[in-house]
RNA sequence: GGCCCUGUCGUCUAGUGGCCUAGGACACAGCCCUUUCACGGCUGCGACACGGGUUCGAAUCCCGUCAGGGUCACCA
């Protein structure tokens, strides 16, 4: 295959949506594969739709992402401008020379005419298929009128099949005679999607469209246009849509509200934002891409699983790191029956990447949520940064996003510990517990140094001596330091902690136990 | 309803006529490792929508049925 031009044209909507971000990466991977160019077309013509402060997320989360655009907004291009509000007047004049040619024509019903001739054809349980009176016009007449403020319509040929060879769904057909004339320019002179994006696709030279199969019925009538147009056509792919986690519906632009359950409200909660902030963010849900960078996803990770949905490189591979994954995509190995969304999985995978991740890049990327929970300034000391990686370090592959240091580090580096009343009760009041800890304390005071194995190995000797279980004394020091049971090894916590701050908890503990 | 698309474990997938008593991954369950949790290791659970053909042989090809989805605008 050689060079590809291929486009990914979002309506500035406000948030990117999970599925629309696959589509795109795969247009990209397809890009990057065989060489060419990747170019973002902004379809803003609905202007009562489309707000200009919109278009920021969409960008920001595309180079989050590391999914850059060759052409389009911020980077211009050579057939630009890529905003379709400003590309107004090329749809009119290629309106107008299909009409001159006799390829088009004024509609000359009017909107209620038009809405009758449908209502009785549905009454009659026939398919309406619009064939305008206007079809035969002479082409100066017709010309005339829709100067004069007629819609176009685009005339479809009848009596013939119109043949598309996808590349991901194989042959596809459609009968002529059953597909009305569209409408390809309205009275005011705005194009109509089906339209405009042909024009643009044929002023681009795009050479491959690449997207959601629920374009895959407008094929026909956009096919009818690139003929009529007299332009060449690019090939075109069309790639399954992404369903709802367990389920066989669209995942939806429409009703995202639904996917912020009391869970991930809970979730988005504990990470700093506000009732008030969640209710009046829309892009803060499961659907989009925000949400995922919200919550410390690694953009690797929901690269890879987007790429991996819908898509396989062979029978084994998961773990797919993206130049591996630009190496070896293809449309191919693109499944042609729909996906459904998994976060569980994206939550595994997120969780590979994390685990490769180098310890200075976690440290960078756990940052802002410490800030956010107020326990971090702008200028920490080096000791309490170094105390920062070692709690990184010690939550090892616990930590799967950026936010889990609130789970692991937070009841390591906050002053205060909130004990967990349960686990209070049953590691620390616990019968003879207080008593061993009591006396451990004293040991480890006088010890030489407080390395997590000096510190094993003291525990282990104390216990032995005195015939009990470590285990006894192993929970009930984590309780008392850090007020939970589950995290990374204790004594890694102790040393992290380091000897005043660990006694100091403990006898915190004693005290709150009763014993002193 | 018309047209179009799709149907392999709960989910993502491998499979292009014999390698398939259908392989891998996530999730789930159990065991081991670790005196927590996580990681890791092992084991288990679990699918070719159904019915007809074609063929020596079908998850794979054909037909039908059923199911799901998409689309039918002077929206994108």
Known sequence: MGPVRARFAPSPTGYLHIGGVRTALFNWLLVKRYGGQFIL???????????????????????????QWDEGPEVGGPLGPYFQSQRLEGYKEAAYKLVQEGKAYPCLLSPEELKAEREAAE?????YIHRGPGRNLAPEEALKLVLEGKPVRL?????????????????????????GDPVILRGDGRALYNFATV?????????????????????????VAFEALGVGQPRFAHVPVVNEPNSKKKLSKRDMAKFVTTEIKSKLMSIGHTAEQIAARDDLNPATVAFYRELGYLPEGLVNYLGRLGWSLDDHSEIIPIDLMTANFSLERVNDSPASFDPDKLYWVAGEYMKTLPLEKKVEGVLPFLKRAGIWGENESPARLEQLRRVITASGDRLKLFSDILQYGLPILLPSVAYDEKSFAKRVTKEGVPGHLAEFVDKLAALPDFEAATLENALKAHANDKGFN??????????????IEVGAGVYDILSILGKDESIRRVRNALAKAGLV
Do not use: C, Y
């Open 41 to 67: 077309r902004i379809d803003d013509t609905d202007s009562e739709r489309n707000k200009p402060e919109a278009l920021q997320p969409i960008l920001d989360g595309f180079r989050w992402l590391g999914i």
């Open 123 to 127: 009454k009659a349980k026939k398919p």
């Open 155 to 179: 005339k479809v040929t009848e009596g013939r099949k119109i043949v598309l060879e996808d590349l991901i769904r194989g042959r596809v057909e459609w009968d002529a005679d059953l597909l």
């Open 199 to 223: 024009v643009d696709d044929a002023a681009m030279q795009i050479t491959h469209v690449v997207r959601a199969a629920e374009h895959l019925s407008n094929t026909a009538v956009q096919l």
């Open 470 to 483: 470590p285990a006894l004394l192993i929970h009930g020091l984590r309780v008392s330091t850090t007020g």
